[in-house]
C-alpha cells in the first residue's frame, strides 16, 4: 500500500488528540521512521498545535472536516491508518468509519458508545473487502479489559491446560491525581448517548445486552453486576462498575471473533472493589453529572494530574475444576486522558507495524482479536501498562 503516511491523527486539535500527537513525537520522532501527519479542519488551530507539541515548522498537516465527506476520503486515501479522537462518535465519526471502510485503511478511535458501534457493523463487509481493519475502543474503554482478559486466557491454557469459562474483571485501584478530572469530550460523549436514548429508547436494549456486538450469536445469561455484594473471591464488597456495558461487549465480542476459544459458555463480569454495600467503589474514568463550570471540548486535567493517576485492575478466572489464576493489568496514569492517549498511539503503530493483513485482514475488530501479544509488547515498553500473573 503506497501512501503519504503510515498514521494520521484526526482530532488533534482537541484534548485527547494533542496527547496523541505528544506522545507519538516523544516516542517516534517528527521526521523518524514512522511516517505521520495531524489532520482536523481549523489549519490555524492545527499549525498552533504542531508549535505547541514542539514539531518542526514543515512538520505535515491534513485538513479535513467530519461535515464534509470528500475531504474524509481525501485523508483516509493519504494514510495506511487514521487515529480519530473527534468524538462524540455518533455525532462525528459516522463518516470516517465508511471512508476508512471504503478505502481500505486502517481505523482506531477510543469510542465507548456500545449503541453507535453497534450500527457501524453494517461497514464489516466492506471493510472485509477492501482489506481495512477498524478497531474501536483502543482507550482505558476497554483494552485494558479486553487485553486483560486476553493475557488470563492465554496464561490459563499454558498453565491450566485450557481457558476458563468464567472471569472476574476487578478495579482495584484508580488515582486520577489531585484535581485529576475528565476531558470535555468525555462530557459531551455522554451526553450524547443520553441524548440517543432519549430519541429512540430501543437503544437501550442495546446498551443493556452483553452480545450486542456478536451478531448472530447469543450467549448464555452473564453475571449481574448491578447490585453490590460482598464476593467471596476477592474478599471484598464490589460495587457496580459503570464501564462494564461496554468492556464486557468488548471482550465478548474477542470471543466471538477469535472463534470462541474460551468457550461459547463463557461468563464475564465486571465490577469495582469498594470498602462495604454503602461504598462507590474506586470509581471510574468516564461521564458523570458536574456541577458549576465543567470542562468543555478541548479542555481537561492538566499533566501533573494526568501523571499523577494510576490504576490496577484484577482478574480472576476460574476453572470448572475450581482451580483459580489471576492476573492484574497496572497503568502509570490518570486512565481517562494519559494512559488512553498512550494505548491508542501504540495501537496504531501495532496495527500498522506488526500486524499483516494475512495475520488480521479486513474487518470490524477488537484490540484483543487484531493485535493480541504483540499490543501486550507495546504498551508495556512504550505505554506504561503492564500485564502479570498473580499468586
Not at 505535515?60 to 495506511?80: H, N, Q
Not at 457493523?121 to 474503554?141: K, M, P, Y
Not at 492517549?341 to 487484531?370: H, K, N, Q
Request: net charge negative; aromatic share 8%.
Amino acid at each position: 500500500m503506497d501512501r503519504d503516511f503510515e498514521i494520521i491523527v484526526y482530532g488533534a486539535t482537541g484534548f485527547t488528540g494533542r496527547l496523541v500527537a505528544e506522545h507519538l513525537l516523544k516516542i517516534y520522532g517528527a521526521t523518524g521512521d514512522l511516517k505521520w501527519a495531524i489532520a482536523g479542519r481549523n489549519p490555524a488551530k492545527l499549525d498552533e498545535v504542531r508549535s505547541e507539541i514542539g514539531a518542526p515548522a514543515n512538520f505535515p498537516l491534513v485538513i479535513a472536516d467530519s461535515s464534509d465527506p470528500a475531504s474524509l476520503t481525501a485523508m483516509a486515501r493519504r494514510s495506511k491508518a487514521i487515529i480519530t479522537t473527534a468524538g462524540p462518535y455518533q455525532v462525528h465519526g459516522s463518516g470516517l468509519v465508511a471512508a476508512c471502510a471504503a478505502e481500505g485503511t486502517d481505523y482506531l478511535d477510543i469510542s465507548g458508545e456500545s449503541n453507535w458501534i453497534h450500527d457501524m457493523l453494517v461497514h464489516e463487509v466492506l471493510a472485509r473487502n477492501s482489506g481495512a481493519r477498524i478497531v474501536f475502543c483502543c482507550g482505558f474503554d476497554s483494552i485494558p479489559f479486553d487485553l486483560g482478559v486476553y493475557f488470563l486466557q492465554s496464561e490459563a491454557q499454558a498453565r491450566l491446560g485450557s481457558p476458563v469459562a468464567r472471569v472476574r474483571g476487578r478495579l482495584r485501584r484508580l488515582e486520577r491525581g489531585i484535581g485529576g478530572g475528565q476531558s470535555g469530550g468525555s462530557l459531551a460523549t455522554g451526553m450524547a448517548i443520553m441524548a440517543a436514548m432519549r430519541a429512540s429508547p430501543q437503544i437501550l436494549s442495546v446498551l443493556a445486552d452483553p452480545f450486542a456486538l456478536t451478531p448472530g450469536f447469543k450467549g448464555p445469561e452473564q453475571p449481574d453486576g448491578s447490585k453490590a455484594y460482598e464476593d467471596a473471591v476477592t474478599g471484598s464488597w464490589v460495587v457496580p462498575f459503570m464501564m462494564a456495558a461496554i468492556d464486557t461487549k468488548v471482550v465478548h465480542r474477542s470471543n466471538f471473533l477469535l472463534g470462541h476459544p474460551w468457550g461459547k459458555d463463557f461468563r464475564y463480569d465486571e465490577m469495582s472493589m469498594a470498602d462495604g454495600p454503602n461504598g462507590s467503589g474506586v470509581g471510574a474514568p468516564g461521564f458523570y453529572m458536574v456541577k458549576g463550570n465543567p470542562p468543555k471540548p478541548g479542555e481537561g486535567p492538566s499533566r501533573a494530574e494526568r501523571e499523577g493517576g494510576c490504576y490496577d485492575i484484577l482478574f480472576i478466572g476460574e476453572a470448572a475444576d475450581g482451580r483459580i489464576i489471576r492476573a492484574n493489568v497496572r497503568g502509570d496514569m490518570d486512565p481517562g486522558a494519559g494512559s488512553t492517549s498512550r494505548m491508542l498511539g501504540e495501537s496504531a503503530v501495532c496495527l500498522v507495524r506488526d500486524i499483516s493483513r494475512s495475520e488480521t485482514p479486513g474487518g470490524i475488530w477488537t484490540s484483543a482479536s487484531a493485535m493480541g501479544d504483540a499490543l501486550i509488547r507495546r504498551l508495556a515498553a512504550n505505554a506504561g501498562v503492564t500485564f502479570q500473573l498473580e499468586p
